[in-house]
T-cell receptor, first 114, second 110 residues
Framework: KAGVTQTPRYLIKTRGQQVTLSCSPI?????VSWYQQTPGQGLQFLFE???????NKGNFPGRFSGRQFSNSRSEMNVSTLELGDSALYLC?????????????FGNGTRLTVT | KNEVEQSPQNLTAQEGEFITINCSYS?????LHWLQQHPGGGIVSLFM???GKKKHGRLIATINIQEKHSSLHITASHPRDSAVYIC????????????FGAGTILRVKS
């Protein structure tokens, strides 16, 4: 069974630009969640989607948005990039959500904003 | 103060030693996850717990709901266990969001 696939693996963008990251979950998993990891703040929750509905959102500004498609694939978008958005962005899929089933993480997208 | 406290922050052990990593949280939860992250690598889920104890190979995870505390034990540690171990909790009082500890950096020397 294929694991969670995140694309692209690396991305360099300039301040003010926008970026879209993609996550393909394990087949059959309906829950996808997104996380930001930085050396200073550690891992922080961004969003959780289940069957195309956003179930939860973390404490991030409105520049961070996401969506989930009918095939469970998910995208997150960051608009008007700031230097502080440089981070590793991870997505995880699970069968029924983090309350009920283990998380399977992708390898992440490393975003550098210059 | 972090909502999820892990201890110790750093741990160095000799190969073969028994290792314990602790995680404490402040309010009721619905689930607790133990995760492992190797340098430059992705994150692997080790355990998901809501009560009791789970064992997988040399790894054991326990949770005490009343004391709001969980432990991850590694028996017969090996250098390949060197990684960052992260505890994460989720519950209504955390807004049903996954909240992470800062992680424990484990180094096992041969």
């Amino acid at each position: 069974k294929a694991g969670v696939t995140q694309t692209p693996r690396y991305l360099i963008k300039t301040r003010g630009q926008q970026v879209t990251l993609s996550c393909s979950p394990i087949s059959g998993h309906r829950s996808v969640s997104w996380y930001q990891q930085t050396p200073g703040q550690g891992l922080q929750f961004l969003f959780e989607y289940f069957s195309e509905t956003q179930r939860n959102k973390g404490n991030f500004p409105g520049r961070f948005s996401g969506r989930q498609f009918s095939n469970s694939r998910s995208e997150m978008n960051v608009s008007t990039l700031e230097l502080g958005d440089s981070a590793l962005y991870l997505c995880a899929s699970s069968l029924a959500g983090p309350d009920y089933s283990p998380l399977h993480f992708g390898n992440g997208t490393r975003l550098t904003v210059t | 103060k972090n909502e999820v406290e892990q201890s110790p922050q750093n741990l160095t052990a000799q190969e073969g030693e028994f290792i314990t990593i602790n995680c404490s949280y402040s309010v009721g939860i619905s689930a607790l996850h133990w995760l492992q992250q190797h340098p430059g690598g992705g994150i692997v889920s080790l355990f998901m717990l809501s009560s009791g104890k789970k064992k997988h190979g040399r790894l054991i995870a326990t949770i005490n709901i009343q004391e709001k505390h969980s432990s991850l034990h590694i028996t017969a540690s090996h250098p390949r266990d060197s990684a960052v171990y992260i505890c994460a909790v989720r519950g209504v009082e955390y807004g049903n969001k996954l909240v992470f500890g800062a992680g424990t950096i484990l180094r096992v020397k041969s």
